[in-house]
Nanobody
Framework: QLQLVESGGGLVLPGGSLRLSCAVSGGDLNDHAIVWFRQAPGKDREGVSCISRDGSNRNYVDSVKGRFTISRDAAKRVVYLQMDSLKPEDTAVYYC??????????????????????WGKGTLVTVSS
């Protein structure tokens, strides 16, 4: 049973940066696509960024392209989401999720309704002055 634990959220000024971490245990990171989702108050959950099982493919939703960077450290079994140039509209609870995958693509996980097998409990990011 894969377990995911997010950390790194907090309060940041507009234009600032945060790095979220997703620690993975109980399974092989190389067998799973990892996706960062977020859910703002009163809004639907949306996929923000994904990284494929082998780390070769990364995708982003349009609203964060050029500002967010997903990466992973396979040895440490951690997936990161570096968030720069943060905006108030980035305020949300951020979740990491995993899905067993035989594919080296992950873009489909950013489509609405994408199902994931495992979820973390989330970390709150607040962008406010």
């Amino acid at each position: 049973q894969l377990q995911l634990v997010e950390s790194g959220g907090g309060l940041v000024l507009p234009g600032g940066s945060l790095r979220l971490s997703c620690a993975v245990s109980g399974g092989d990171l190389n067998d799973h696509a990892i996706v960062w989702f977020r859910q703002a108050p009163g809004k639907d959950r949306e996929g923000v960024s994904c990284i494929s099982r082998d780390g070769s493919n990364r995708n982003y939703v349009d609203s964060v392209k050029g500002r967010f960077t997903i990466s992973r450290d396979a040895a440490k079994r951690v997936v990161y989401l570096q968030m720069d140039s943060l905006k108030p509209e980035d305020t949300a609870v951020y979740y990491c999720a995993a899905d067993f995958s035989l594919s080296n693509a992950c873009a489909r996980y950013l489509q609405p309704g994408a199902g994931m097998n495992f979820w973390g409990k989330g970390t709150l990011v607040t962008v406010s002055s």
